[in-house]
């Protein structure tokens, strides 16, 4: 067949772009860069402000993880909220591919081809849960490793290769979060919890809120089944009261009281958010479900804020930060400025200032005169 270098949909058509990639990191002496085939027209004018630095040395290592291939370890004790590793893609492809077999071998072989050597020796490293006759081998390795990427310049959908965060496998109880950034075509990876030096360092590739055998069945595509310690359980008991765990959460928004209605509704008790936010962070710690929990110690901190309790909001605005400071900046900043001002806060103590006025008007002496007059 004659070399092409666009490709066609009925409505769109893709060329390869190869994006230049300066890196501010020990790489950067050498030119990296990024094959993506994406729709023509789209330029590579992606790389507007530098990524967060990785940290050096590094967090973490590759290593085997038994059964489930290589996996990604944490290299010393990671506190909670600290930045794993910033990684960019070696590779962007679109992600509904399915419909352009005709002209989908040539367009990714033209890509492999298209990645710089060193790149390509890493990209090609990683896992392919399919065999190359079935499909192209990048296609193949996007599907075994690519995660969305929002380009931000269009509708359609990329998955993005990623030549380190790739190497880290699923669990259906998360350790980690990661963070894809337009600006700087890169994705931040981040712990959720402390982790301990050796521990393995997981990914999310699926909804891990919904029961057992959903999750299987969503894995199916991936090529596996899920050997971690939420999944590889005992008995049908463990799995009915973890999946019962998952549904709670999942539905949490809806049979619970949040924070915001309670605020100012005297009404409702003055700790009812409180044990709620308390059980919530019981079942994601049973769960493992680490990703979940800052809203949780959000309405925790607020909850004791508006109570006026000083000691406790102290408790969980810190641990809101410290959990935010990397991924969620923005939030953190709020929080730490009521830890250094805690009455700046404008409901401070107002629900217990409210209740002493409302228990004040209970026990009022009657301002009718109700005596008998003889
Ligand atoms: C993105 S790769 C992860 C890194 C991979 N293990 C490697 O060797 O490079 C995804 C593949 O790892 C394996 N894997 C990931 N998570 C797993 C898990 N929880 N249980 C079993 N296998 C898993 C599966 O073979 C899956 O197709």
């Keep these: 067949m004659a070399s092409t270098t666009t490709w066609s949909t009925t409505t769109k058509t893709f060329r390869i772009i190869n994006a230049p990639i300066s890196n501010d990191d020990e790489r950067s002496q050498n030119l990296s860069g990024c094959s993506m085939l994406v729709e023509d027209g789209l330029l590579p004018m992606l790389f507007r402000d530098e990524p967060p630095r990785t940290p050096d040395p590094p967090n973490f290592y590759v290593a085997s993880a038994g059964n489930k291939g290589a996996g990604m370890f944490a290299a010393r004790d990671i506190p909670a909220g600290a930045l794993i590793l910033v990684d960019r893609p070696v590779a962007i492809v679109p992600s509904n591919i399915e419909p352009l077999l005709s002209w989908k ?207 406790q909001f102290r408790v969980w605005a810190e641990k809101v930060v410290e959990l935010c400071s990397g991924q969620d900046p923005k939030r953190a900043n709020k929080f730490a400025q009521w830890l250094a001002d805690p009455a700046s806060y404008r409901r401070w103590g107002w629900r217990t200032k409210q209740r002493k006025l409302l228990d004040k008007q209970k026990n009022l002496p009657p301002d009718i005169d109700i005596s008998i007059p003889w």
């Excluded at 699923?170 to 979060?177: E, I, R, S, V």
Aim: glycine letters at 4%; hydrophobic letters at 40%.
């Design 105 to 311: 071998r040539e367009a990714f072989d033209a890509l492999i081809a298209r990645i710089i050597p060193s790149e390509r020796e890493r990209l090609l490293q990683l896992a392919n849960c399919h065999s190359v006759e079935s499909r192209p081998i990048v296609e193949g390795i996007a599907l075994t490793n690519a995660f969305g990427v929002e380009l931000g310049v269009t509708e359609q959908e990329y998955g993005g290769i990623f030549p380190s965060v790739s190497r880290a496998n699923h669990c259906c109880g998360l350790n980690t979060a990661i963070k894809w950034d337009p600006a700087t075509f890169s994705v931040s990876m981040y712990s959720l919890c402390d982790v301990q030096a050796g521990e393995e360092i997981y990914n999310q590739y699926i909804d891990v809120l919904a029961p057992r055998a959903e999750r299987r069945a969503q894995l199916a595509r991936y090529d596996f089944i899920c050997l971690c310690q939420h999944c590889d359980l005992p008995d049908d008991e463990a799995v009915a009261k973890s999946d019962a765990a998952r549904a709670e959460l999942r539905d949490w928004r809806n049979t619970h009281t949040r924070f915001e209605p309670w605020a100012e509704d005297m009404c409702r008790s003055d700790d009812v958010v409180i044990e709620s936010s308390l059980r919530a962070l019981e079942l994601v710690r049973q769960e493992g479900l680490w990703g979940m929990q800052v809203p949780f110690m959000e309405d925790l901190a607020l909850s004791y804020a508006v109570l006026g309790d000083e000691e």
